[in-house]
């Protein structure tokens, strides 16, 4: 069957196009949704049950549309969550919300279009037909569309460094996807961990292993062992910033910004304040400068802006100040096991030539999904070599216009190609959050129903 839209992929950029596509499509269209998570929607941020898995967005700004921010918050409401707008909800809930609300959509059977899941992964990618564009899915099936919307996500970073040493059986303790929550429960009380990378992640695998009866120590290592920043539990409000008045340059707006931040009530004011204009200021951002600003302000820009809930940034604090949780700054070198419980990795100290060592009985990489690319992705790799996507200049993901559609290169008629989330960064820059995201995908679907609308 030709599909009028497939989405591929099964996590919040998925079912954030899929309810808007729903609300856009006429009662002919036909939608497929290819995915193979378990539980559509959730993706890897909304699956986790730990109650302690904290959104890092206030739940007024939390809604799966934009035109209606308050929809999270009465949903809370209606389930008795005693939460108020301004509060950080459990991801646990988050992810209940969106399974209910797309429910609640598919309910309406009148004048709604076609909607197919498929569980699947899809493997490859054909063009058989004009105008269509066909996916080869892992159950063996192959279907086609006219347009496509890639949600794939950015999948998870690779090990820095690959492990050696003669002791194989410890490998199973070096955990490359921590997302698979399993491997708490193999982790004695006592046992050493060693967590490369010292972002959100970390803090929210530091959470799980308490939860789960952990009280050993636990190493972080990351490059510059920077760490997080807490929300205020009074939020403030935010500057209001002219971008066409900014500097060129992005030193010299950093400096401009490091300013007003001296000068604000306090710095989340400025950070706040540059939430509605990141996009536009990094259009207006010539390509040196972009690469600038990711080779210098990166990891300063991470824990500035995406910030954790404060009673979150509490317990995971006071485990730093107690010594639990050790976080040091440098360059890992190696990963060597020795023996089936011992995993030794090496690393050079930030700023000096010394190497440090952290032993542990446990490895997780925690180095961040954030911006793994393409790389990760087979299907998105075998897209490219057909020509069908290319990486932005900058490597962060998929080349898309403004209308986060792929532009194909070749003047041959085709299907029409957009992708929604992370792997658009190197277009939109800050488009990893619901509020980015849910944005996005309602230009999209808006897009495919006019699309829609001129073929009929
Ligand atoms: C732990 C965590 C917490 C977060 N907390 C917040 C928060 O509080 N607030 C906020 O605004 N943002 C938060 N985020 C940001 C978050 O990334 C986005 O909100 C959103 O979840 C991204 O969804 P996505 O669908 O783009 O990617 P993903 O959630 O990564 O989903 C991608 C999906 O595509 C599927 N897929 C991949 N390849 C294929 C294939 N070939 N065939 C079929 N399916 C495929 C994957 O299985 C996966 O289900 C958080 C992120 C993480 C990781």
Same mark, same amino acid.
């Given at each position: 069957?030709?599909?009028?839209?497939?989405?591929? #992929?099964?996590?919040?950029?998925?079912?954030? +196009?899929?309810?808007?596509?729903?609300?856009?499509?006429?009662?002919?269209?036909?939608?497929?949704?290819?995915? &193979?998570?378990?539980?559509?929607?959730?993706?890897?941020?909304?699956?986790?049950?730990?109650?302690?898995?904290?959104?890092?967005?206030?739940?007024?700004?939390?809604?799966?549309?934009?035109?209606?921010?308050?929809?999270?918050?009465?949903?809370?409401?209606?389930?008795?969550?005693?939460?108020?707008?301004?509060?950080?909800?459990?991801?646990?809930?988050?992810?209940?919300?969106?399974?209910?609300?797309?429910?609640?959509?598919?309910?309406?059977?009148?004048?709604?279009?076609? /909607? &197919?899941? /498929?569980?699947?992964?899809?493997?490859?990618?054909?063009?058989?037909?004009?105008?269509?564009?066909?996916?080869?899915?892992?159950?063996?099936?192959?279907?086609?569309?006219?347009?496509?919307?890639?949600?794939?996500?950015? #999948?998870? @970073?690779?090990?820095?460094?690959?492990?050696? #040493?003669?002791?194989?059986?410890?490998?199973?303790?070096?955990?490359?996807?921590?997302?698979?929550?399993?491997?708490?429960?193999?982790?004695?009380?006592?046992?050493?961990?060693?967590?490369?990378?010292?972002?959100?992640?970390?803090?929210?695998?530091?959470?799980?292993?308490?939860?789960?009866?952990?009280?050993?120590?636990?190493? +972080?290592?990351?490059?510059?062992?920077?760490?997080?920043?807490?929300?205020?539990?009074?939020?403030? @409000?935010?500057?209001?910033?002219?971008?066409?008045?900014?500097?060129?340059?992005?030193?010299?707006?950093?400096?401009?910004?490091?300013?007003?931040?001296?000068?604000?009530?306090?710095?989340?004011?400025?950070?706040?304040?540059?939430?509605?204009?990141?996009?536009?200021?990094?259009?207006?951002?010539?390509?040196?400068?972009?690469?600038?600003?990711?080779?210098?302000?990166?990891?300063?820009?991470?824990?500035?802006?995406?910030?954790?809930?404060?009673?979150?940034?509490?317990?995971?604090?006071?485990?730093?100040?107690?010594?639990?949780?050790?976080?040091?700054?440098?360059?890992?070198?190696?990963?060597?096991?020795?023996? @089936?419980?011992?995993?030794?990795?090496?690393?050079?100290?930030?700023?000096?030539?010394?190497?440090?060592?952290?032993?542990?009985?446990?490895?997780?990489?925690?180095?961040?999904?954030?911006?793994?690319?393409?790389?990760?992705?087979?299907?998105?790799?075998?897209?490219?070599?057909? #020509?069908?996507?290319?990486?932005?200049?900058?490597?962060?993901?998929?080349? /898309?216009?403004?209308?986060?559609?792929?532009?194909?290169?070749?003047?041959?008629?085709?299907?029409?190609?957009?992708?929604?989330?992370?792997?658009?960064?190197?277009?939109?820059?800050?488009?990893?959050? /619901?509020?980015?995201?849910?944005?996005?995908?309602?230009?999209?679907?808006?897009?495919?129903?006019?699309?829609?609308?001129?073929?009929?």
């Amino acid at each position: 069957m030709i599909y009028d839209v497939i989405v591929v #992929g099964s996590g919040f950029s998925a079912i954030a +196009v899929v309810c808007n596509l729903v609300e856009h499509l006429s009662d002919t269209a036909s939608v497929a949704v290819i995915g &193979d998570d378990p539980g559509f929607g959730r993706g890897t941020a909304y699956r986790t049950e730990l109650h302690l898995h904290r959104l890092n967005v206030p739940a007024s700004r939390m809604s799966l549309f934009p035109e209606r921010p308050l929809e999270f918050v009465k949903w809370l409401e209606g389930h008795e969550r005693s939460l108020q707008g301004s509060d950080f909800a459990s991801r646990n809930d988050y992810g209940l919300y969106l399974r209910d609300t797309l429910a609640g959509l598919l309910r309406k059977r009148d004048g709604r279009c076609r /909607v &197919d899941f /498929v569980k699947a992964k899809a493997t490859g990618c054909v063009e058989r037909y004009t105008s269509t564009l066909g996916f080869q899915l892992s159950n063996g099936d192959e279907i086609a569309g006219r347009h496509v919307v890639l949600c794939l996500g950015v #999948g998870n @970073a690779g090990l820095p460094a690959q492990p050696f #040493g003669t002791a194989a059986a410890g490998r199973s303790r070096i955990i490359k996807n921590p997302w698979r929550l399993s491997w708490l429960r193999r982790v004695a009380p006592m046992d050493r961990v060693c967590i490369l990378g010292s972002g959100l992640t970390m803090i929210d695998q530091v959470l799980a292993l308490r939860a789960h009866g952990h009280r050993g120590v636990i190493d +972080v290592l990351s490059r510059r062992g920077l760490i997080p920043l807490d929300h205020l539990r009074t939020q403030v @409000a935010p500057l209001k910033i002219d971008t066409q008045t900014l500097p060129a340059k992005i030193s010299a707006i950093l400096k401009f910004l490091r300013e007003q931040a001296r000068d604000a009530e306090d710095w989340r004011c400025v950070m706040d304040g540059l939430r509605p204009v990141t996009q536009d200021l990094w259009k207006q951002l010539t390509l040196p400068e972009r690469s600038r600003f990711l080779r210098h302000a990166l990891p300063w820009w991470n824990i500035h802006r995406h910030r954790v809930a404060p009673d979150v940034f509490e317990s995971f604090i006071s485990l730093v100040r107690a010594g639990t949780v050790r976080v040091q700054a440098g360059f890992l070198k190696s990963i060597e096991m020795q023996g @089936a419980d011992g995993i030794v990795a090496k690393y050079r100290m930030r700023a000096l030539r010394e190497i440090a060592e952290i032993r542990a009985a446990w490895l997780v990489n925690c180095t961040g999904m954030e911006r793994a690319g393409i790389d990760h992705s087979p299907l998105l790799n075998e897209m490219m070599r057909l #020509g069908l996507i290319a990486q932005d200049p900058l490597r962060l993901g998929i080349q /898309v216009n403004d209308r986060s559609e792929v532009q194909f290169t070749t003047e041959t008629e085709r299907a029409r190609l957009f992708c929604v989330g992370a792997l658009t960064a190197g277009q939109f820059w800050e488009i990893t959050a /619901v509020p980015d995201i849910r944005i996005q995908a309602k230009a999209v679907a808006e897009e495919i129903g006019r699309s829609q609308e001129s073929i009929c």
